[in-house]
Each structure stands twice: as C-alpha cells, then as structure tokens.
C-alpha cells in the first residue's frame, strides 16, 4: 500500500505519519511484518545557489549543474582507440579535491564572459537530514508500507484493519492499495455483479435443460438456504466477506443448484410420464437422498482440511473452506424438506402444458 499525504504538509510530517502507522500496525496481534518498503532518512549536503550573485558574476544555473554533476559524479566526453579497443572518456574531479564537502570552495565554474568564478562566491552548503528516494503516487507525496496478515487472518481482514488505522491518523493523509492488494479490492467490488451473473448463468442453463422458464425456479430457489449457511459458519469463526470467501460462495452456489436438480429432475420426468405431482415428488426424494448425501459429505470432507489448515495461507484456506462446508452442510440438510416443496409450488402454480404432437 501507498500511504499519502493529500493536505501537502510536507516530507516530515509525512515521515511522523508513517511512524504512528507502523506503531499501531506493530501493537494489532492480527498484523505481522508490516514495515517501510524504503530507505530511511539520511544525511544529505545541501548546496544554496545564491542567484541573484550567481546572476550578478554572469554564471547560468546550467552551467553550475553541470559542474557539480562532473565534478562529484563523472561526465561522458568521447571514445578513443587504444591498441585496437574503443575506450571511453569521463571527466571528474580528482580524488583529493571530492572527498570533503568544505572541497565544493576549491571548484570553479566558468561565466559567460569566459572568466573563472570560484562557488564560495554564489554557493553555501549545509547538512540536513532528508529521503534517498522522493516517491510519489497519483501525484501525492507516498511512501510504500508492505506487511502480511498474521496466521490465521485472511488478507481481506488485514487491508480491513489497515484501512481503520489510516483513518486514525491525522487529517490529510490517505491510502492507495497497489499490487496484488489492489486487485483483491477490485475483484471484491466486483463481487455483487459476478453473483448476478452466476445465477443467471445457472439459470438460463436449467431453463434449456428443462424446456421450461418455470421448473429453473424451483430449483435456484434451494440457493438462498446455501448462502445462510455460509454465512452463518463464516460469522461464527470470526472470518470476513473477503475474495476468498467470495469464491467458496460461488462454489455454494453451484452445488446447492446440484442438489435441488437430483431431485427435480427425478421429479419432473415422472410427472411428465403422468404420474401425480405429488407421489412423483416424494418418489424421487427416496430415490434421490442416498446420491445427495454421498456427493456432499464427500464435498464436505474433502474442504474439511481447508477448514483446519494451519500455517502459512491458512486465513484463505479458513475463508473457503468455512464458507463451503456451512453452505453445503444447510443447502443438504435444507435442500431435502425445502426442494419437493418448491418443486411442488411451482408445478402447481405453472402447471404441465402437454407438448404439441
């Protein structure tokens, strides 16, 4: 993440910023590692360019940077051959006369009229303490603080609680998610929409695979009572509605679908072969039972180490497999009174059209 500072109150202020950050980043159990990806402040020489007397000896700012430039960093001049090689040259100030900051009185820089001005003349210099690297992002001043969630904590909490300390900062500074924290963020606004899609998706599919717009009904009505049940085991062990979670409530989603179809379409074929709604309905419930509940205590034992997991990545793995095993466990248990009713209501209600011959 990129703490900002948006009032411009200056480097300082935003280094005092960022110490409170990492000190009440460093008291929450639920946050580890969290630092500045960063050098710390350290001390520069600071050169004044007096201009009007720079101006005043005829010497150009230009000029000036280029000889400090050449003189403490080096300048390319040209190539030479030597024995055959093509060699380069670069201009720099000789050892003796660019190890001591008093050695910037010793240099010289020529004027417009040709003439050499010493930089005592024009120049000062002066320590200060200050950054190696000046960032910046979306125009505000930044620095980049890195961290993990601590095991056992899903990202998604970990981006929650560091959002609550930002706020506890003085006015004026802000944060900016990047990386791969920034697409959890966007993939988690993303979240309502991937839903609506998914069910319509489920939907339509039902709709082709029983030539009816109202059998589907029947059907994703059984998707709310998965949904219930992952929330319900998330909120009970304490977990977020983060991306992870998100995932297992898509995976829900589709095998509370797959079990309302084993009983439908049991159902709907034997009441399309003129048996009665009803007798049709809890025919297939008998038949359909052993299937439904091998398919999902062999779904629910397979997430149960997810659900378990210790160490490293373990916050995920809790998000999914929590979110999986309650939606499975209620959409089972649920599915089985609630399906053949709804399988009913909306037979009654949509009654059997017989096809044309």
């Not at 506890?168 to 993939?187: D, H, I, K, V």
């Not at 205590?297 to 998000?319: D, E, K, N, R, Y």
Request: hydrophobic share 45%.
């Amino acid at each position: 993440m990129e703490l900002q500072g948006h009032a411009g109150a200056g480097h300082d202020a935003l280094m005092a910023a960022r110490n409170q950050l990492l000190a009440l980043a460093a008291e929450n159990p639920e946050l580890t590692r969290v630092r500045h990806n960063g050098l710390d402040d350290s001390p520069q020489l600071q050169i004044d360019i007096d201009q009007r007397k720079a101006q005043a000896l005829g010497v150009a700012i230009d000029d000036i940077n280029d000889t400090l430039q050449t003189a403490w960093g080096s300048s390319y001049v040209n190539d030479f051959m030597d024995r055959g090689r093509v060699k380069k040259v670069y201009v720099q100030a000789a050892a003796p006369y660019r190890m001591l900051p008093d050695d910037i009185n010793l240099w010289y820089v020529r004027n417009k009229d040709g003439g050499m001005v010493p930089f005592s003349a024009f120049a000062t210099s002066r320590w200060e303490t200050g950054s190696p690297r000046l960032e910046r992002y979306n125009g505000y001043s930044a620095v980049e603080i890195v961290g993990e969630a601590a095991p056992g904590v899903s990202t998604g909490t970990a981006m929650d609680i560091m959002e609550s300390l930002v706020k506890q900062l003085p006015n004026g500074f802000g944060l900016e998610w990047t990386a791969m924290s920034y697409q959890e963020r966007l993939s988690g606004a993303q979240a309502p929409a991937l839903y609506a899609i998914s069910l319509l998706v489920v939907f339509l599919c039902l709709a082709a695979l029983y030539e009816s717009w109202s059998v589907p009904f029947s059907v994703m009505l059984v998707v709310p009572l998965g949904v219930i049940g992952a929330l319900l085991a998330t909120w009970m062990r304490g977990l977020e509605n983060d991306v992870y979670f998100q995932v297992g409530l898509l995976t829900v989603i589709g095998l509370s679908a797959k079990n309302a179809i084993l009983i439908v379409e049991f159902a709907n074929e034997m009441n399309q072969k003129g048996h009665d709604l009803f007798e049709a309905t809890l025919h297939a419930c008998r038949q359909r039972l052993r299937p439904i509940l091998m398919t999902s205590l062999a779904f629910i034992f397979g997430v149960l180490p997810m659900a378990t997991s210790t160490g490293a990545g373990s916050g995920g793995q809790h998000a999914v497999g929590t979110g999986v095993m309650g939606g499975m466990i209620s959409a089972t248990i649920l599915a089985i009174y609630f399906v053949p009713l709804f399988f009913v209501l909306v037979r009654r209600r949509f009654p059997l059209k017989p096809r044309p011959e």
